[in-house]
């Protein structure tokens, strides 16, 4: 399939990618390239991911995974970008498009409890009910950008855990969905774990973080510059 092949590189490129822009310098330049390098290799390989598990007869759960990727990136760098408050349409966009995920997510999630099995299109409820949650509040988040916009560290807050999410659905599918392709050697459980949980971790860091500080505006866009900050975002 030609699609594999890009929805692979793309995959390895965005992990290695995220996590360089994970531990450097935020706003600096390296920052900002290894950012902007992760949110191309994250839409490539969660579009061509999707397509792929469409090809699929029973291939709708994890084209979710997919969609969900695309949304968080995509939103999550548009985050980054606002410079200005009030109505835009791409805020609608995102929030249209949060609703029919979260609508299919737990569609998807009561079709699993309903049947024999206990699963829906390969996956079991509990799955579909924690992404469709993380959906779901993704688009509360929506709503109230469009409702009332946003700046200062929030907006940079909504940056920050979309985008480190979305890595975590990288690093899991590789990590844990596709361990099987790592030498067996290397193919320890526990180990395979702290890249996932490691992205948690920074995600959850740096929204504490944000929510008990004040943030340089350099990477608020709200008071005067100041220097940028070391850690995850």
Request: proline share 5%; charged share 10%; glycine share 10%.
């Amino acid at each position: 399939m030609t699609l594999l092949p890009v929805h692979v590189i793309g995959g390895l490129v965005a992990i290695v990618a995220g996590f360089v822009a994970l531990a450097a310098l935020k706003g600096g330049r390296r920052h900002r390239r290894s950012g902007m390098a992760f949110v191309y290799a994250m839409l490539t390989m969660s579009a061509t991911g999707a397509a792929i598990a469409l090809l699929k007869s029973n291939g709708w759960g994890t084209a979710m995974g997919g969609f969900l990727a695309f949304y968080l990136v995509t939103t999550g760098l548009l985050a980054s970008r606002r410079s200005v408050p009030g109505f835009q349409w791409t805020d609608l966009a995102a929030l249209l498009m949060a609703v029919t995920l979260g609508v299919t997510y737990y569609t998807f999630g009561f079709q699993a409890v309903a049947s024999p099995s206990g699963k829906a299109y390969g996956y079991p409820s509990p799955l579909y009910f924690v992404f469709g949650t993380v959906t779901w509040l993704a688009a509360f988040g929506d709503a109230r950008v469009l409702a009332r916009g946003i700046q200062g560290s929030r907006r940079l807050a909504r940056h920050v855990w979309r985008m480190c999410f979305a890595m975590f659905i990288a690093t899991a599918s590789f990590f844990l969905g596709q361990a099987k392709v790592i030498p067996e050697p290397l193919r320890i459980m526990p180990l395979l774990w702290i890249p996932v949980l490691v992205v948690l971790g920074m995600m959850l860091y740096w929204l504490v973080r944000l929510r008990l500080k004040r943030v340089p505006s350099v990477l608020t866009g709200t008071s005067r510059e100041l220097a940028p900050l070391r850690g995850a975002a």
